[in-house]
Every structure is written in structure tokens, then in C-alpha cells.
T-cell receptor, first 117, second 114 residues
Framework: EPEVTQTPSHQVTQMGQEVILRCVPI?????FYWYRQILGQKVEFLVS??????SEKSEIFDDQFSVERPDGSNFTLKIRSTKLEDSAMYFC?????WGMGRDTEAFFGQGTRLTVV | AQSVAQPEDQVNVAEGNPLTVKCTYS??????LFWYVQYPNRGLQFLLK??????LVKGSYGFEAEFNKSQTSFHLKKPSALVSDSALYFC????????????FGSGTKLNVKP
């Protein structure tokens, strides 16, 4: 079965550094999402992306965050100047366009564990 | 406002007994409802969904869920729990008119004891 892949699985970075989290969504999907989860707790919405632009973002997704789909296959989340509180598991997800079968649920990657020290 | 509530942080059940994990929701449009499971250090794995039709939906690993429109609930059930079902379970809702976002509940930790 097709799957969403995320790299790296674990990233350790120093406070103030920039990090880029990478995701390869399922190939025919058009809706992309980033969520984060702190310490196995609640899954928090960050941003959704459709038609090469952000379609919705949360309050968490401030100016230090950005997303990009640079080459038609990858979907990246950049955190410009990391803070200690950015330490979390970051999940990428994708879903299909309406009418393409299994087009209502989101498929999640295995996550990138970001540790800011 | 759209939201999902999972009132129990933790559910404990003995192996072989039936289990229920509760979920209630609030959306402005038609609700698309989902259950996901998360095993330790893993991603979210889709279990089942309700979009339309029969209120009782069946999913992976013997799980099922019942949509109740009047109570705005979508409880996850399994007739006979296994120790391997122990995991974190998330209920999610999507507004049928808005593909931009899935709203997740806070999660319920299911502990199945041998």
C-alpha cells in the first residue's frame, strides 16, 4: 500500500538553528498537512496546503514556520529559528482529491522527532 | 466551532472483554468521522471512518464504531479486546465542506491487561 514517508526520523538541533523536515506524500494526493504532537499527547494542527498554497494554518504556525512543495513530490516544513518548545514529533499527512477513492481519510507518515537543545 | 472530545484519558480493560473508547464531536457541516491508532514511537494509523450510510462501520483489527447523530458521538468498540490492542487512540472529524483540516481529539490510552 502507498505510504507517506518522512525524513529524518530524528533530528537534534541547537536552539536558534533552522531545520527542514521533509515529507514525500502519496503520489496522487493533492492535500497536504503538517501536525505536531508533544510527548505523545494531543495531535495539533499546524498547516494545510493545496494547489501550491497554504489553505489553512493554526495559531502555532507563526512567522518562524514555512512550508514548500519545491519539486512536485516533496513537501517540506521549515522552522527558521528553533526554540526549545518546538521539540515535538512532527507528522506529515496527505489525502486524495474528492472522488479518487479513499479520498476522505488522511494518511500519516511515521513522523520526525525534533529535539531542540 | 469544530471540535472533538475524548472524555477519557485512559481506558483499562481485561483481555477478552469488550472495549469502548468514547468520542463526541461538533462540526458545522456534515461530519466525516475517523479513528486512528498510534503505537509507541509510530505514526497515526487509520482504523475506520464514517462518511455516510450505515451507522455501524467496521474497520481494521476487528474494531467497529457507531455513529450517533442525535448524540453527536462516534464511539469505538471491539467485542473482545487483545493485549496487542493497547495503544493510543485518536478520534478525528473533518467538516464535509472543508478539506483543509482534520480536528483531533486529545487521545485515549487503551490498556488491555492479560
Amino acid at each position: 500500500e502507498p505510504e507517506v514517508t518522512q525524513t529524518p526520523s530524528h533530528q537534534v538541533t541547537q536552539m536558534g538553528q533552522e531545520v527542514i523536515l521533509r515529507c514525500v506524500p502519496i503520489s496522487n494526493h493533492l492535500y497536504f498537512y503538517w501536525y505536531r504532537q508533544i510527548l505523545g499527547q494531543k495531535v495539533e494542527f499546524l498547516v494545510s496546503f493545496y494547489n501550491n498554497e497554504i489553505s489553512e494554518k493554526s495559531e502555532i504556525f507563526d512567522d518562524q514556520f514555512s512550508v514548500e512543495r519545491p519539486d512536485g513530490s516533496n513537501f517540506t516544513l521549515k522552522i527558521r529559528s528553533t526554540k526549545l518548545e518546538d521539540s515535538a514529533m512532527y507528522f506529515c499527512a496527505s489525502s486524495a482529491p474528492w472522488g479518487m477513492g479513499r479520498d476522505t481519510e488522511a494518511f500519516f507518515g511515521q513522523g520526525t522527532r525534533l529535539t531542540v537543545v | 466551532a469544530q471540535s472533538v472530545a475524548q472524555p477519557e484519558d485512559q481506558v483499562n480493560v481485561a483481555e477478552g472483554n469488550p472495549l469502548t473508547v468514547k468520542c463526541t464531536y461538533s462540526v458545522s457541516g456534515n461530519p466525516y468521522l475517523f479513528w486512528y491508532v498510534q503505537y509507541p514511537n509510530r505514526g497515526l494509523q487509520f482504523l475506520l471512518k464514517y462518511i455516510t450510510g450505515d451507522n455501524l462501520v467496521k474497520g481494521s483489527y476487528g474494531f467497529e464504531a457507531e455513529f450517533n447523530k442525535s448524540q453527536t458521538s462516534f464511539h469505538l468498540k471491539k467485542p473482545s479486546a487483545l493485549v496487542s490492542d493497547s495503544a493510543l487512540y485518536f478520534c478525528a472529524v473533518r467538516d464535509g465542506n472543508n478539506f483543509n483540516k482534520f480536528y483531533f481529539g486529545s487521545g485515549t490510552k487503551l490498556n488491555v491487561k492479560p
